[in-house]
């Protein structure tokens, strides 16, 4: 297996926290200061969870119930990972994925009412060792969350999907979910309050992510990956 020597950093939140625009600030930022970035996102991000990813978000696995969805969340992350992100990890590049394994644990685990260990189990075997090095918790409250969503949504002509159609009352659920995972393992994660102005937001995340890259090999100035 080849040594990995990039850097792996996911991002978490509810709906509408703001984290694909953090995640394209940020790859800019790195991407200006030599580095070389890939932007990837879950569910998806490879050929094969990217056909998995239709069948899940447009609720047509929803009828064979969460199970089902926690065992096709994990085979399109398993794919993902095999096809795209460890080989740009062994290559030395900066990965920024949107969601992760956390979104599994919070939106299968604890909304999903889905056994704590099998969620763990399904995980282990999606991820095969590739664990954040760093993953960033946007947090927001529910409602401001929904509300940011709902405008996306309508600004881009489409109604919500199977996730974001669900109750505010789990909607704050997951948002305490993702706040316990980061009080569980604060050694990888980092809560940012993302109530803020996008430019407090991002300049937080570059200190977060910047403290890590000593060991990372830089690449030449303005070497890009495009992401799916
Ligand atoms: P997406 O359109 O990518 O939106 P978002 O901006 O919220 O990331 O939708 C992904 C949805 O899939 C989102 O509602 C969370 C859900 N999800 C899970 O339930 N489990 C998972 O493991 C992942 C990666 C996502």
Known sequence: MPKQTGLFVSFEGGEGAGKST????????????????????????????????????????????????ALLFAAARS???EQVIRPALSRGTIVLCDRFMDSSRVY???????QYEFVEALQRIAVNGVVPDRTIILDI???????????????????????????????????????DIAIREPERCRVVDATRSEEQIAS?????????????????????????
């Open 22 to 69: 953090q995640i394209r600030r940020l790859a800019a930022a790195l991407m200006a200061k030599g580095h070389a970035v890939l932007i990837t996102r879950e569910p998806g991000g490879s050929s094969g969870a990217e056909a998995v990813r239709h069948v899940l978000l447009n609720g047509a696995a929803e009828q064979y119930g969460t199970r089902m969805e």
């Open 108 to 114: 299968q685990g604890v909304t999903g009412n889905l």
């Open 141 to 179: 409250p529910a409602e401001i969350g929904l509300e940011r969503a709902k405008t996306r949504g309508a600004a881009a002509n489409a109604g919500p999907d199977r996730y974001e159609k669900e109750e505010l009352e789990t909607h704050e659920k997951r948002r305490q979910g993702f706040l």
């Open 204 to 228: 937080d995340v570059l200190k977060l992510v910047e403290g890590l890259l000593m060991p990372v090999r830089k690449a030449k100035a303005g070497a890009g990956e495009a992401g799916p």
């Open 79 to 81: 794919d993902h990972v």
